[in-house]
């Protein structure tokens, strides 16, 4: 018989978990030669420190993470890289009923995050002006792609965190709770504590990810350096199980089955009807009000999986933007390189070679520039990118790391 071989993974129960799930249960991973277990953990920061103890070999962690473990972000532990982009988007700002009639009255238009931006600044303002507390938005992790890409557009719109909002952890199962008791305003965070929400009648949905950029990665397959040079083989084996699985639960026809093993109570342990939203794209905004929201959740084609290392460097400006590290990183090679390289491209590509599937041939790209989707070079014909534009229809240049004419 084949050599099989065991690889612990741990996933928080958000839908951005469904690549893995589906690797394991619909025998991707066997496939293989990969036992694969799952370890359900609360949230991102528990499956974090399960991968920084070594208690589990691979991990389903926001995008962001495998950077800030590069850079030294808030002691993050080291020598983590992403080496498989799990998921693009999937997660939506969710507010409640009292905080609503306060944006609409501010002019709020949904799903419109300029809007939605526009409207914040001036509630935000008028709280201060009253003294009143600002707003508390409650994300997964404050290393996430949420985060970053609220602050990003909020920011845009000079809605700062620490002035005029909040912002705490809270694990995924509690959110919808936290937002209809009162202890927080809105959520911002994966499926499908957003549309619990607003299908029990708690709230509303004023945008999602996908709007604020098109296509971000959500979450990210996370590994420690040494392991993955340690067992590169049974590695890229399980990057070609999960790139078969992605494409497996983009398949609509799958939909209905999915939702029903993600539901189970070893997984996100939720009703079913919460999770179809988020597969189908299609999105209830309110009770009375269902939107259809264009690649909203994706797991395959036009490179999804891919780890552009552009999109690393974009979270690494980020980081500097907001002083969470030092502003001499963004002049500094070493450090540079070092966030670039947190996303591994070079493993990814050789695990795809017997799939014989379209791979992008460079690890860099302008980030925002493709408004449709077009046909580009790749290691094998076939491949096409975009959209990925930022809801302010600005450019990312990831060799001068800034947008656009930015400084």
């Not at 691979?58 to 950077?67: G, S």
């Not at 905080?99 to 809007?115: S, T």
């Not at 604020?212 to 420690?224: D, F, G, Q, S, T």
Request: charged share 20%.
């Amino acid at each position: 018989m084949p050599e099989r071989h065991r690889i612990k993974a741990g996933f928080s129960p958000t839908i951005d978990c469904a690549v893995l799930i589906a690797a394991a249960e619909k025998g991707f991973a066997a496939d293989e030669g990969i036992d694969l277990d799952l370890y359900r953990q609360p949230s991102a920061s528990t499956v974090l420190s399960a991968l920084g103890n070594d208690d589990i070999h691979v991990a389903h962690l926001p995008a962001p993470v495998p950077v800030g473990s590069a850079v030294g972000l808030d002691d993050l532990p080291a020598n983590i890289v992403g080496v498989f982009t799990l998921s693009l988007g999937g997660s939506a700002t969710t507010v409640s009923h009292d905080f609503y009639d306060e944006l609409y009255r501010e002019g709020l238009k949904l799903p419109d995050p300029g809007a939605f931006g526009r409207a914040m600044a001036r509630v935000c303002a008028a709280r201060r002006t009253e003294g009143r507390k600002p707003p508390v938005f409650a994300v997964e992790d404050i290393v996430s792609t949420p985060l970053y890409t609220l602050r990003y557009l909020l920011g845009s719109y000079g809605v700062l965190l620490g002035r005029d909002m909040e912002i705490v952890e809270a694990l995924p199962k509690a959110m919808p709770g936290l937002l209809e008791s009162g202890e927080v305003d809105a959520l911002c965070a994966a499926e499908p504590a957003g549309s619990a929400v607003v299908l029990g009648g708690n709230g509303r949905i004023v945008t999602t990810g996908a709007l604020v950029w098109h296509n971000a990665p959500e979450k990210i397959l996370a590994v420690k350096t040494p392991w993955a040079e340690n067992n590169a083989a049974v590695l890229e084996a399980l990057l070609r199980a999960l790139y078969r699985a992605g494409e497996w639960c983009a398949n609509t026809t799958n939909i209905e089955e999915l939702a029903g093993i993600l539901a189970a109570p070893q997984y996100l342990d939720e009703n079913g009807e919460y999770l179809l939203p988020a597969l189908t794209g299609y999105i209830s905004t309110s009770l009375k009000d269902m939107q259809r929201f264009q690649e909203f959740f994706v797991t395959s084609a036009k490179a999804a999986n891919f780890p552009w290392q552009s999109q690393a460097l974009w979270f690494f400006s980020q980081m500097v933007r907001w002083g969470e590290v030092s502003a001499d990183y963004r002049k500094d090679a070493a450090m540079v390189e070092a966030a670039r390289n947190a996303y591994r491209p070079d493993i990814f590509r050789k695990a795809m070679k017997p799939l014989f599937v379209p791979v992008p041939g460079a690890n860099l790209k302008l980030e925002g520039t493709l408004k449709e989707p077009v046909h580009v070079g790749a290691s094998r014909t076939g491949l096409v990118l975009g959209p990925d534009c930022f809801f302010d229809g600005r450019v990312f240049d990831p060799e001068r790391l800034a947008m656009d004419d930015e400084i």
